[in-house]
């Protein structure tokens, strides 16, 4: 590659590239880093983790001198797209950028914690110990590792943050804002108090959550009866629930959780739709017991990440912590509800059962079977007070770099309120307002989105 650091074509002891391979209309080549687990620590003689990265190309464009463009996806707890195909923003930010997309710590090829690897772990003390190395501040450590081995003269390159992703490209703005260009942010913009903001982000989440029930009802009006119907027949069931395909329990509050992917963002609310016009199994013999469809309990599980991505349930309200401890928080804050959210009592009453959104609550750990194993842990990191500071509010304050940012007005998991907040607090940050995308706008209208997006930065979209 022209003008590239020697070991972005080649391997080095701590840096490993591959060859090129294909996917249509783009040129695709992995990269393996081994970095500390903590950075705090000597890295000759800390423990190693590998950290992956896939460099992305249009055709043809392998050997251009490009600028590189670090891609930081939502969560906690998921990896980086795997792309097909030359489409959406990807194919946009190809036609100037050289792409990288990164696998968070923890997350697709970066060392994965996954249900089956963490069970090597001795003890809950011992997971908990070794999931306080996998936030924000590290990731970033892990982006300016690799920022240095790949980018010419290791000069600083742009980032893209999506949702949980635009939280570490704040980290990233207030820790170490020489590595960057500029920064583009989608529904991504985080509390930056100190403390734990968790209580502040559920108590505004959870009004906007009780609107997205009501514009769903008002979509599918006949669903009302359904999901009252589920809920008194899952209440009835021996123990409260009827097993999951996985061995999970699926109980009235667990139904709840379908909110989380169905209530904020794009189709999902299609989708909750068609999955509870098959909840029912049909009586095919006269007398047979109404029960649940299979197809619809596997689809219920489907629609949760928790099997492949436990680390979102683990690490999700460390993401709001800074130098004080979440104590569950969403369960607590749901208990000051005074019922709105109970949906037991809700179909007793004749209401309509409200769905939950981007929470996770200390039950889930008993009744969705690949996080049980992990409960204890979850409790620790709960209580866990000494979490390490996210974000410098100074630093936020004198910022240089370029900042563009779309924010979506209706978002449900990254509150309005408390984006313009921040927002007042990074200088210069340049916002995009919109209400025409929910929360996967860049998934949705990806190309649109992202050319906006530097619009603004180029100045083709003028100040008003």
């Not at 909750?272 to 596997?298: C, N």
């Not at 005074?338 to 996770?360: Q, Y």
Request: a negative charge; aromatic letters at 12%.
């Amino acid at each position: 590659m022209a003008g590239s650091n020697s070991s972005a074509g080649g391997s080095s002891s701590d840096h490993v590239a591959g060859a090129w391979y294909s996917v249509p209309d783009l040129r695709l080549r992995d990269h393996y880093f081994t970095v500390p687990l903590d950075y705090s620590l000597d890295c000759s003689t800390c423990p190693k983790i590998s950290i992956f990265a896939r460099e992305v190309v249009s055709v043809g464009k392998e050997e251009q001198p490009l600028p590189f463009l670090l891609y930081l996806q939502g969560g906690p707890g998921f990896e980086s797209p795997r792309p097909t195909e030359g489409s959406g923003w990807i194919s946009k930010a190809c036609e100037e950028y050289r792409v990288v997309l990164l696998d968070q710590r923890g997350t697709g090829l970066s060392t994965p914690l996954t249900a089956s690897s963490m069970m090597q772990m001795k003890s809950p003390e011992d997971l908990t110990n070794y999931l306080k190395h996998f936030r924000a501040d590290n990731i970033v450590n892990d982006a300016e590792f690799i920022r240095v081995h790949l980018v010419p003269d290791a000069g600083p390159w742009t980032i893209l943050g999506q949702s949980f992703g635009g939280f570490c490209a704040v980290t990233y703005l207030s820790f170490a804002p020489k590595g960057l260009k500029q920064v583009l942010l989608t529904g991504g913009i985080p509390p930056i108090g100190s403390g734990c903001t968790a209580d502040t982000v559920y108590s505004v989440c959870f009004e906007q959550i009780f609107r997205q029930n009501e514009k769903y009802y008002k979509r599918f009006p006949q669903d009302i009866e359904i999901v009252r119907e589920v809920v008194t027949h899952l209440a009835e069931h021996e123990g409260g629930g009827v097993p999951l395909p996985s061995g999970g329990i699926l109980t009235p509050r667990g139904l709840q959780l379908l909110g989380l992917s169905c209530l904020g963002s794009s189709t999902g609310f299609e989708r909750l739709h068609y999955m509870l016009e098959r909840v029912w199994d049909p009586i095919i013999i006269p007398g047979a017991q109404k029960q649940i469809s299979y197809y619809f309990l596997t689809a219920y599980e489907r629609s949760l990440d928790f099997d492949t991505n436990p680390l979102f349930a683990l690490l999700h309200e460390s993401i709001y912590c800074q130098g004080a401890s979440s104590r569950w928080s969403a369960h607590r804050i749901r208990a000051k509800d005074e019922g709105k959210f109970d949906a037991m009592k809700a179909a007793k009453e004749g209401r309509p059962v409200l769905f939950t959104g981007e929470m996770i609550f200390p039950w889930m750990f008993e009744e969705i079977h690949a996080l049980r194993p992990f409960k204890d842990a979850a409790n620790l990191l709960a209580e866990k007070e000494d979490w390490p500071p996210l974000y410098d509010i100074d630093s936020l304050n004198n910022n240089k770099v370029p900042v563009a940012a779309a924010v979506y007005y209706e978002d449900m998991y990254v509150n309005f309120k408390l984006v313009m907040e921040t927002a007042s607090q990074i200088a210069g940050i340049r916002l995009w307002i919109t209400n025409e995308f929910m929360h996967s706008g860049l998934r949705d209208g990806g190309s649109q989105v992202f050319d906006h997006l530097m619009g603004i930065l180029s100045g083709k979209k003028p100040l008003f």
